[in-house]
């Protein structure tokens, strides 16, 4: 079963995710229970390739839900990396059932780790814990009592990379943004108070290291929404290739070929590890979004006014790919890090 199948999604599923109407939660429960999510604690590199195989389907039919898809993937990721002790460990196995939600808040990391910016969540010390502080300003599938995982600055320089429920004490979340093409992806922030963390929600203590581990899974699989939006694009717009627009054939083609090179690069990295050096990543997503970029471009040239609908798939599309270079490490970010070093 692909990823689209255990997903049940609809045209009109994903448009209900894409303007608010609906949210992912469903859809994260249907993977779950599909078995999605279990290849997270098999091989690691076989883990990895199906997950980007999986978000790239989807992100052909629903940027949000695939985003969502992704962002429950990589807080597997940083627990199975590196694990908790065995009162959370838990929380795995809810997170791959889809019943529990896994929230990203690693953003101001890449930042912090870039030398722009602070740390907004500060971790005080209060016995063999810590005590949260601060603002989380921008965290996806925040539903119920979700897993939300996050950097924190510490005494003394220190940086952790911590864990939290959304239903804790102390934590008091933002009502849902309204965005673009991610209505439905219970995205927004949070504010800390005072939130007590166990040693074992602590999963690391350092904070370079954590994000060097986890960055590749990370990237492949942002390339991977790329992509998948990539093929949607290419897909309907091969079908408006007549008469006048039949000029725009050599550019279609050139941007499946294009695709499909990317694409080729995005699964030999993930199935083989090869070319996991920081600069050859960032580069593979920077191409992954511009040929997105490119073919969403082409598919709202050849599909008319039919297209500039706002409740048509083409539009929905248009709305996706503006996400595309936002999401952390974002398209500045990504050009800094894939810049020859000096």
């Keep these: 079963m692909t990823a689209t199948d255990a997903a049940g999604l609809t045209e009109q599923g994903a448009d209900d995710l894409d303007t608010g109407a609906d949210n992912v939660r469903t859809v994260l429960r249907r993977l779950?229970?599909?078995?999605?999510?279990?290849?997270?604690?098999?091989?690691?590199?076989?883990?990895?390739?199906?997950?980007?195989?999986?978000?790239?389907?989807?992100?052909?039919?629903?940027?949000?839900?695939?985003?969502?898809?992704?962002?429950?993937?990589?807080?597997?990721?940083?627990?199975?990396?590196?694990?908790?002790?065995?009162?959370?460990?838990?929380?795995?196995?809810?997170?791959?059932s889809g019943e529990v939600t896994g929230s990203s808040a690693l953003a101001p990391a890449i930042a912090d780790l870039a030398g722009h910016g602070e740390l907004p969540v500060r971790a005080a010390p209060d016995g063999d814990g810590w005590r949260l502080s601060g603002t989380?300003?921008?965290?996806?599938?925040?539903?119920?009592?979700?897993?939300?995982?996050?950097?924190?600055?510490?005494?003394e320089e220190g940086r952790?990379?911590?864990?939290?429920?959304?239903?804790?004490?102390?934590?008091?979340?933002?009502?849902?943004?309204?965005?673009?093409?991610?209505?439905?992806?219970?995205?927004?922030?949070?504010?800390?108070?005072?939130?007590?963390?166990?040693?074992?929600?602590?999963?690391s203590d350092d904070l370079p290291d954590f994000m060097a581990l986890c960055r590749p899974t990370?990237?492949?699989?942002?390339?991977?929404?790329?992509?998948g939006l990539a093929d949607a694009a290419l897909d309907a717009a091969a079908d408006h290739l007549t008469g006048m627009n039949a000029r725009l054939r050599d550019d279609h083609e050139q941007?499946?070929?294009?695709?499909?090179?990317?694409?080729?690069?995005?699964?030999?990295?993930?199935?083989?590890?090869?070319?996991?050096?920081?600069?050859?990543?960032?580069?593979?997503?920077?191409?992954?979004?511009?040929?997105a970029a490119r073919a969403v471009r082409l598919e709202s040239a050849v599909s008319g006014g039919g297209g500039y609908r706002a409740g048509s798939p083409t539009a929905r599309r248009?709305?996706?790919?503006?996400?595309?270079?936002?999401?952390?490490?974002s398209e500045a970010q990504l050009r800094r890090d894939a810049a020859p070093a000096p």
């Design 136 to 155: 989380v300003g921008w965290a996806s599938n925040l539903f119920d009592d979700a897993v939300v995982v996050t950097p924190a600055r510490a005494p």
């Design 160 to 203: 952790l990379v911590v864990l939290f429920r959304l239903a804790a004490p102390g934590v008091t979340p933002t009502p849902h943004y309204e965005l673009l093409g991610l209505g439905g992806t219970g995205t927004g922030g949070v504010h800390l108070d005072g939130v007590a963390v166990r040693p074992d929600q602590v999963l």
């Design 255 to 291: 941007l499946a070929s294009r695709r499909d090179d990317i694409a080729v690069r995005m699964d030999d990295r993930a199935e083989s590890k090869v070319g996991t050096d920081p600069r050859d990543l960032a580069r593979l997503r920077l191409d992954a979004m511009d040929v």
């Design 318 to 329: 248009v709305r996706e790919a503006a996400f595309l270079p936002v999401q952390a490490p």
């Design 218 to 227: 990370m990237l492949l699989t942002q390339s991977a929404l790329a992509v």
């Design 32 to 96: 779950g229970a599909a078995g999605t999510f279990d290849s997270a604690g098999g091989d690691p590199t076989v883990a990895l390739a199906e997950a980007v195989r999986f978000v790239r389907e989807l992100a052909g039919v629903s940027l949000a839900a695939a985003f969502s898809m992704w962002s429950q993937r990589m807080v597997l990721e940083y627990l199975t990396t590196c694990p908790p002790s065995e009162p959370t460990a838990g929380l795995v196995e809810a997170l791959r």
